[in-house]
């Protein structure tokens, strides 16, 4: 068991580790190929990594979608001044 989470917690937090790394991926492609970093650009490239349109990833999709808004909601994040 992860981090004595139980199933359901471990589950969730895989999830998200998931999600995040592909965010983190998708950011770095933006940069590396000069995309500008957008939320709608980040979620163009998460497509580089896994087919968005299979419902197998229906739950990390929405996990994706909550970590791209976050990054860029963030005071700190991509657009900051």
Known sequence: MLLRL???GADKFQSRMYATTIVNHAVNRCIIIGLDLTEDNVILCVGDFFDP???????LIDEILVA???LFDHPN???AS
């Open 68 to 70: 791209v808004h976050e």
């Open 77 to 79: 994040g991509p657009t």
């Open 6 to 8: 139980g199933d359901v």
């Open 53 to 59: 349109n299979d419902i197998t990833f229906e739950n």
